[in-house]
Nanobody
Framework: VQLQASGGGLVKSGGSLTLSCAATGRVFSMNDVTWYRQAPGKERDLVAGISGAGSPTYADSVKGRFTISRVNSMNTVYLQMNNLRPEDTAVYYC???????????????????WGQGTLVTVSS
C-alpha cells in the first residue's frame, strides 16, 4: 500500500488549490484520514481530518476556507483550499489508516501510512 499526496503548487493570495491523497495497492478500505502541514522551521500541525464515516474536523485557522471530502470508491481524500493566504505556505502531508488484505492469509491488516508531502506556496 502506498499513500500518494498531490496537487500542491504556487498560487497567489486569495487563490485556490485542491490537494489529493490517494491510497493505492492492496487497499481494502481507507479509514480516518488527516492532513497536516509543516512550514519551514515550524512543527507539523493538523489541518483537517475526515473519519471513515465522512465526519470532518478542521483547525481553527482553516475553518470556512478549507473543505475536506472523500470518495471511498476511489480510496481518495481531497482538501479543497480556498482564499489561500501566505501563512498557508507549507508542505502538506496526508496520513491515513488503511486496511488491506494479506494475500497469504486472506486476513485484514490495518496500518497507518504517511504520504510523501506536497508543497503549497502562496505568494502575497
Amino acid at each position: 500500500v502506498q499513500l500518494q499526496a498531490s496537487g500542491g503548487g504556487l498560487v497567489k493570495s486569495g487563490g485556490s488549490l485542491t490537494l489529493s491523497c490517494a491510497a493505492t495497492g492492496r487497499v481494502f478500505s481507507m479509514n480516518d484520514v488527516t492532513w497536516y502541514r509543516q512550514a519551514p522551521g515550524k512543527e507539523r500541525d493538523l489541518v483537517a481530518g475526515i473519519s471513515g464515516a465522512g465526519s470532518p474536523t478542521y483547525a481553527d485557522s482553516v475553518k470556512g476556507r478549507f473543505t475536506i471530502s472523500r470518495v471511498n470508491s476511489m480510496n481518495t481524500v481531497y482538501l479543497q483550499m480556498n482564499n489561500l493566504r501566505p501563512e498557508d505556505t507549507a508542505v502538506y502531508y496526508c496520513n491515513a489508516d488503511v486496511e488491506s488484505i494479506i494475500p497469504r492469509t486472506g486476513k485484514p491488516e490495518r496500518k497507518n501510512y504517511w504520504g510523501q508531502g506536497t508543497l503549497v506556496t502562496v505568494s502575497s
